[in-house]
């Protein structure tokens, strides 16, 4: 089967492991402080803004405490966004509001958006689909309009950029995941980005049970290091130093994955371009880097359910991100959302991953035009 989706890891993430292993100390430590000023620099920032966390989905629960959002508050969400955004919201107690998207890029724009404002509204949790980045350029003045906080999942767009900058960095906080089936993996874990570095330093404490200072090795003030105040219900959220190991491993392999994905993702634009009954992806404005983490077709002929199952049948695995949070019943959201169901209705997620071989390209390409000649 050809994966959708696949990690790409080696003898260097062992190796890395292995020294952990040696070390006695696998907990959080010095590999994660090292990964952390790593991806601060790789972002263009400074290491009193970023900080590590277990999941990219923590970030998105805690960014509703640490954005000041409350119960009975309401955040504007893509109606295509992860299950995680939607979960976040509501499970705070504040209230779940969606906005509509643009029918091909997948994204939220201003418009969407400023539709759904109400008085009550605090925070604009924003997905850039497939680390694809939105419009920040009118965006972020709409917050700053309304008085919105504004906060970016950025799961997918490790490389991307927005108008010469690192995609994340103009909101007040933003989250990068390394799960499994992203570009750099570590097994699990995140970065946040704070605009604030003062929302940093209350995020650092928030994500380890809310201690004014640390306990154990890490305290040198104390004389009783035992000793221990809290200044929030925190929860423990934090990176250890095998899954730092592993991600400062693939982060050295970052350019030679950006290199293979972006060649994934001309050779569908060459191979494709040609079909009339399919859509291939909006191409980029000037300045904007994608992190290439999705490629998606949009079928015209309502063919999109038989062309995934055409594939699967030939061992060609794909899908589609993400369902709409207004079709999940237990949100009990209904709307006018005329872009995100043309989305949902019509675009097909084809493999792209690094270790993809050309020759498995030009088979997914022939499979699809072979579905064109048959069916279209």
């Known amino acids: 089967m050809i994966n959708v989706m696949q990690p790409t890891l080696g003898q260097e993430e062992l190796d890395a492991i292995k020294n952990v292993f040696e070390s006695n100390w696998i907990g959080k430590g010095g590999l994660v402080a090292d990964f952390e000023k790593m991806y601060a620099e790789h972002l263009g920032s400074t290491p009193n803004r970023v900080l590590s966390t277990n999941c990219c989905s923590e970030g998105l629960f805690s960014s509703m ?6 119960p009975g508050d309401e955040v504007i969400v893509p109606t295509i966004s992860f299950v995680g955004a939607g979960n976040a919201v509501c499970a705070n107690g504040s209230r779940l509001v969606l906005c509509d998207v ?39 003045p709409l917050a700053k309009n309304y008085g919105l906080k504004v906060i970016e999942d950025c799961a997918a767009g490790v490389c ?50 809310g201690l004014e200072a640390k306990s154990g090795y890490e305290n ?27 991600a400062i491993e693939q982060f050295k392999k970052l350019p030679v994955f950006m290199e293979k994905r972006e060649a994934v993702h001309n050779a569908y634009n060459e191979g494709l371009k040609d079909l009339e009954w399919m859509e291939l992806p909006t191409p980029l404005e000037e300045g904007t880097k994608s992190s290439f983490y999705f490629y998606h077709i949009q079928l015209k002929n309502g063919k999109r359910d038989e062309l995934a199952r055409y594939l ?65």
């Open 65 to 70: 405490f640490l954005c000041d959002v409350k």
């Open 102 to 140: 643009d029918p091909r890029t997948l994204n939220a724009r201003a418009e969407d958006i400023e539709k759904v404002i109400t008085p009550k509204t605090k925070a604009i949790l924003l997905l850039h689909f497939g680390g694809v980045p939105c419009d920040m350029d009118t965006i972020m």
């Open 160 to 209: 991307s950029q927005y108008k010469g900058h690192a995609l994340g960095t103009d909101g007040d906080m933003a989250m990068w995941s390394f799960d499994a089936m992203k570009i750099l993996v570590s097994g699990d874990g995140a970065i946040l980005h704070f605009k604030d570095p003062e929302l940093r330093e209350r995020a650092d404490k928030w994500l380890y049970f």
């Open 220 to 246: 040198s003030v104390s004389q009783k290091w035992w000793e221990f105040d809290i200044s929030a219900y925190g929860h423990r959220a934090i990176m250890n130093n095998v899954t730092a190991a592993m």
């Open 312 to 376: 699967r049948e030939r061992d060609v695995y794909t899908t589609y991100r993400y369902f709409p949070l207004h079709r999940v019943p237990y949100y009990g959201i209904s709307g006018n959302f005329s872009g995100a169901d043309y989305a949902a209705d019509h675009t097909l997620c084809l493999p792209m991953h690094q270790s993809l071989t050309s020759n498995e390209v030009q088979m997914i390409i022939d499979m699809i035009r072979e579905f064109g000649n048959k069916y279209c």
